[in-house]
């Protein structure tokens, strides 16, 4: 596996810690620190898109992408997309 650089999705599932700072999404896995504690799955839970344009309108979307239901990671359900339109001011600095 190829992990040279930075990927929004690794080509293979991250199975070990090491390869979690060159991947944005990761897909759950079961990890455990130093073998001492099982801290339970560890992945991707959220992505998060903020947008803003010059006028200042702001959209802030936020969806789920697993779910931990029962003990269990399940893929979520998409319709589960929380979004919040807002305004941004401009901060005017004394002159």
């Known amino acids: 596996m190829d ?9 293979e599932p991250v199975t070990e810690r090491a390869h979690l700072r060159k991947t944005i999404q990761v897909q759950p896995f079961p990890i455990n620190l130093e073998g001492l504690i099982d801290v ?3 992945g991707t839970r959220l992505s998060t898109v903020l947008l803003i344009r010059k006028n200042g309108e702001a959209v802030f979307i936020e969806r789920d992408i697993w779910q ?3 003990d269990e990671v399940v893929k ?3 319709a589960s997309q929380r979004t919040f339109n807002f305004r941004v001011e401009p901060v005017v ?3």
Not at 3 to 9: D, G, I, N
């Open 40 to 42: 339970g799955p560890y």
């Open 68 to 70: 931990l239901v029962d």
């Open 3 to 11: 992990l040279t650089y930075p990927r929004w999705k690794s080509p």
């Open 93 to 95: 600095s004394p002159a």
């Open 76 to 78: 979520a359900n998409p």
